[in-house]
């Protein structure tokens, strides 16, 4: 796969992004669920949880994490605490 070095070559382009229906709100940080578009910025609503509760839920390998820590946007923190909430009966 040689398509590296082609893009290499548009590095010099200036930083006019010719997509912009994307006026919604963008982040930083990207969720760390990997079928997630969504943004994990503490500003828009991020959360970090535990990669384990994360694997329970996504599955092994759905998602990228750091430290043992999942970054995740504010719908998939819903996902984790809905799902967290019927697993622990106190
Ligand atoms: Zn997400």
Same mark, same amino acid.
């Given at each position: ?25 963008? !982040?930083?940080?990207?969720?760390? &669920?990997?079928?997630?578009?969504? =943004?994990? $910025?503490? *500003?828009?609503? !991020?959360?970090?949880?535990?990669? &384990?509760?994360?694997?329970?839920? =996504?599955? $092994?390998? *759905? ?28």
């Amino acid at each position: 796969m040689g398509f590296k070095a082609k893009e290499r070559k548009h590095k010099e382009a200036r930083g006019e992004s010719s997509d912009k229906k994307k006026a919604a709100k963008t !982040g930083e940080l990207p969720c760390g &669920i990997r079928s997630c578009q969504g =943004w994990a $910025d503490k *500003s828009l609503g !991020g959360r970090s949880i535990s990669r &384990i509760d994360v694997q329970d839920i =996504w599955g $092994d390998g *759905s998602f990228s994490e750091s430290k043992g820590r999942v970054k995740v946007c504010k719908p998939c923190y819903r996902v984790y605490k809905k799902e967290t909430k019927d697993d622990k009966e106190y």
